[in-house]
């Protein structure tokens, strides 16, 4: 994406597009990321002429550098079963209430320090010099210099968030030496030059700075938030994921916290976003892959004439993490819960936005309770603020307004902060009221006989998730 910012201007071009598929090689579900790169390199080539870069991506996963800092292998993904058993283990080294203390960090078999302990004793973690995290491995093939973008950092579990610095009791209890990774960088923070090869192969004219962003991807997303009346508000960052909950000046690391499995990630400025995953659109795109791609709108249509809440399951369960027969395991999980089973791909998808609702639902009032906020507005932005019937439902289920948009949050916020950096635009708030007044954003209400939030708690029972 190429963003143009100027006083109360801010627009997204989209440069180029490209897919990210993974790869299952000798068993371990794989990231190519040399395509991944190779479409960066084509996106930046279509671009044109830029005045800085910014990198951001999904969280927890890295590749491993040799000595000579070459990768050592395609950074594995964070849907693979690896893990598996793998949290228990560190556990038994340092208590869960222990490591939630320390580091707020929600338990997900996929956190870096259980992919880090689930590698100890292969040949490549032997040969490793340096971890860097995705967005990180990217910005150094592009410059040639090293560094560990703090609000994705948080997302390892092995820092400490209210230092903002590595925890070395979680690091020394797992047996993970910290020099591991490059030194800690902030948004903001200046990160080399594009690379005489980049500048080559695009044909970029340099120099070309890349500059820190929030490079975990959801960070990002909430610093373009179109928030501009207070802090009374929830967001809900929709694409694969749904992460749902508030921003926060403090962690919170009750032990209800931790039961509630509700996470205390670096946000920028010092913020931490108290939030829960929930496994998001992911649900509907494995069901669309699983039926040969069928177009969307019609589903939709289909599935909004359904009454509902229809049958739900609990989104949140790592049970459908992994890729594969979505369909089939969701009408299973159903059939567990004593429900009608959904058997056509309307239905299906329906109880997957049901199940979402309900989900956004518990994480927006478990977070309010938790951090005692309260909260009078939903802010929906990523991918699936375009999703109309989503969002009604999200209102209905929540009883609370929602405001959706924009989709590209997460893109904008990259933008908006290297624009700060570089001078064109003020605080925080500043980039928020950017945001609100350049981009429409739709309001749903709680309204008519859609608003039964006793169906919906109902609905929450009948999966003993209240
Ligand atoms: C969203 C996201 C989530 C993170 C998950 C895995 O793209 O970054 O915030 O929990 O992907 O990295």
């Not at 100027?6 to 997204?12: A, D, I, V, Y």
């Not at 597009?17 to 993974?22: D, Q, T, V, Y």
């Not at 491995?137 to 997302?155: F, H, K, M, P, R």
């Not at 910290?178 to 948004?187: Q, V």
């Amino acid at each position: 994406m190429t963003g143009r910012v100027g006083p109360g201007t801010l627009k997204l071009t989209q440069a180029h597009r490209f897919r990210n598929r993974p790869v299952r090689t000798a068993g371990i579900l794989h990231w190519d990321i040399l395509a991944l790169y190779a479409g960066v390199l084509d996106g930046l080539r279509a671009a044109g002429h830029v005045d800085s870069v910014g990198v951001d991506g999904w969280a927890v996963d890295y590749g491993l550098l040799d000595a000579d800092g070459q990768l050592l292998g395609n950074p594995v993904h964070y849907r693979d079963a690896r893990t598996e058993g793998v949290a228990e283990r560190v556990w038994t080294a340092l208590p869960a209430d222990r490591l939630y203390a320390a580091t707020g960090i929600q338990y997900a078999p996929f956190n870096t320090l259980y992919q880090l302990t689930a590698a100890h004793g292969t040949a490549q973690r032997a040969a490793a010099r340096r971890a860097l995290l995705v967005p990180d491995l990217i910005a150094y093939w592009l410059t040639g210099e090293q560094g560990t973008e703090v609000t994705n950092a948080s997302t390892t579990q092995l820092l400490d968030p209210r230092t903002g610095g590595w925890s070395h009791t979680v690091a020394e209890a797992a047996g993970i030496d910290t020099d591991l990774f490059a030194p800690l960088r902030r948004p903001g923070d200046p990160a080399g030059f594009l690379l005489p090869e980049v500048l080559d192969t695009t044909g970029l004219t340099g120099p070309v700075p890349l500059t820190t962003v929030a490079s975990h991807d959801t960070a990002s997303a909430v610093a373009a938030v179109p928030a501009t009346g207070g802090d009374r508000f929830a967001y809900i960052c929709t694409g694969t994921w749904s992460l749902a909950g508030l921003e926060l000046d403090a962690p919170v690391l009750t032990e209800a916290s931790r039961r509630a499995n509700f996470t205390n990630e670096l946000g920028i400025d010092g913020t931490v976003r108290y939030l829960r995953n929930i496994m998001g659109l992911w649900l509907l795109q494995e069901c669309l892959r699983e039926w040969g791609d069928p177009p969307l709108a019609p589903l939709l249509d289909a599935a909004a004439q359904i009454p509902g809440p229809a049958s739900v399951v609990d989104a949140s369960d790592p049970a459908f993490l992994a890729p594969g027969r979505m369909p089939g395991r969701l009408a299973q999980a159903c059939r567990a819960s004593g429900q009608p089973v959904p058997s056509t791909p309307a239905q299906t998808t329906r109880c997957v936005l049901d199940s979402l609702a309900l989900a956004h639902r518990r994480a927006v009032e478990d977070a309010r309770r938790l951090a005692d906020r309260p909260v009078d507005v939903i802010h929906v932005v990523g991918g699936g603020a375009r999703n109309a019937l989503l969002c009604q439902l999200t209102a209905d289920a929540c009883g609370l307004p929602v405001m959706a948009g924009p989709a590209e949050a997460a893109a904008l916020g990259n933008v908006l902060v290297q624009a700060r950096a570089h001078g064109l635009v003020g605080d925080l708030s500043a980039m928020r009221r950017l945001v609100a007044g350049t981009h429409p954003l739709t309001r749903y209400e709680p309204t008519g006989d859609r608003a039964a939030p006793a169906a919906w708690a109902a609905a929450a029972e009948r999966i003993a998730c209240p």
